[in-house]
């Protein structure tokens, strides 16, 4: 049987498993939602003024963003994670683990990054000979965080992406201006021994 042009630009040309086959193609070329929002929120600190530095390569594996202002310096670790089809999407965190919707608690997210921060204060060090605090941050984008008192003296922020900017902004300036400028060089050099 011979199909006319009209009809497969319409779509009626292809079997119907065919078009769900190029549907989850297409979808899958796109960047995953999750980091293009981290992206947005990134970009709007960008215009306040903070350096942004994106997927700095590190021992093992690449940290996936580095924030450098004059509240301080932090590495950003993002924590994708699949939301239930119904119910709370919360992620409870201790000071020492994260627990998601009443789960097991797990210690693993937050002991990577407070080890990323460490591998970010020695990079710092090697290449601006000047030793700079790190403030480790996870952020769980579209989930709803749950800590109590202990956390905040943990050192590891845990965040939805859509505070991080409040949390940075409510700091008080702990780095001045030529500092901020001999780290972002130190990070520069460093990046650019990847490029």
């Given at each position: 049987?011979?199909?006319?042009?009209?009809s497969?630009?319409?779509?009626?040309?292809?079997?119907?498993w065919?078009?769900?086959?190029?549907?989850?193609?297409?979808?899958?070329?796109?960047p995953?939602?999750?980091?293009?929002?981290?992206?947005?929120?990134?970009?709007?600190?960008?215009?306040?003024?903070?350096?942004?530095?994106?997927?700095?390569?590190?021992?093992?594996?690449?940290?996936?963003?580095?924030?450098?202002?004059t509240?301080?310096?932090?590495?950003?670790?993002?924590?994708?994670?699949?939301?239930?089809?119904?119910g709370?999407?919360?992620?409870?965190?201790?000071?020492s683990?994260?627990?998601?919707?009443?789960?097991?608690?797990?210690?693993?997210?937050?002991?990577?990054?407070?080890?990323?921060?460490?591998?970010?204060?020695?990079?710092?060090?090697?290449?601006?000979?000047?030793?700079?605090?790190?403030?480790?941050?996870?952020?769980?984008p579209?989930?709803?965080?749950r800590d109590?008192?202990?956390?905040?003296?943990?050192?590891?922020?845990?965040?939805?992406?859509?505070?991080?900017?409040?949390?940075?902004?409510?700091?008080?300036?702990?780095?001045?201006?030529?500092?901020?400028?001999?780290?972002?060089?130190?990070?520069?050099?460093?990046?650019?021994?990847?490029?």
């Amino acid at each position: 049987m011979v199909r006319s042009v009209k009809s497969m630009k319409r779509g009626r040309g292809f079997p119907q498993w065919w078009r769900y086959l190029l549907k989850g193609r297409v979808r899958a070329l796109r960047p995953p939602q999750n980091e293009l929002s981290i992206s947005e929120y990134l970009d709007w600190l960008r215009i306040k003024g903070y350096r942004i530095y994106n997927e700095v390569p590190g021992d093992s594996g690449n940290l996936d963003h580095v924030v450098v202002c004059t509240q301080g310096i932090y590495v950003i670790k993002t924590k994708s994670r699949r939301q239930p089809q119904s119910g709370d999407c919360v992620v409870e965190f201790n000071g020492s683990g994260i627990s998601i919707n009443e789960g097991p608690l797990d210690e693993a997210p937050v002991n990577e990054v407070r080890a990323q921060g460490e591998q970010l204060e020695r990079i710092l060090k090697e290449h601006t000979d000047r030793n700079f605090t790190v403030r480790p941050v996870l952020l769980f984008p579209g989930w709803h965080i749950r800590d109590n008192e202990t956390p905040k003296t943990s050192g590891v922020w845990v965040l939805n992406p859509r505070s991080l900017g409040k949390w940075i902004d409510f700091r008080p300036a702990s780095l001045h201006p030529d500092l901020v400028e001999l780290a972002t060089q130190g990070l520069d050099r460093y990046v650019q021994q990847f490029a």
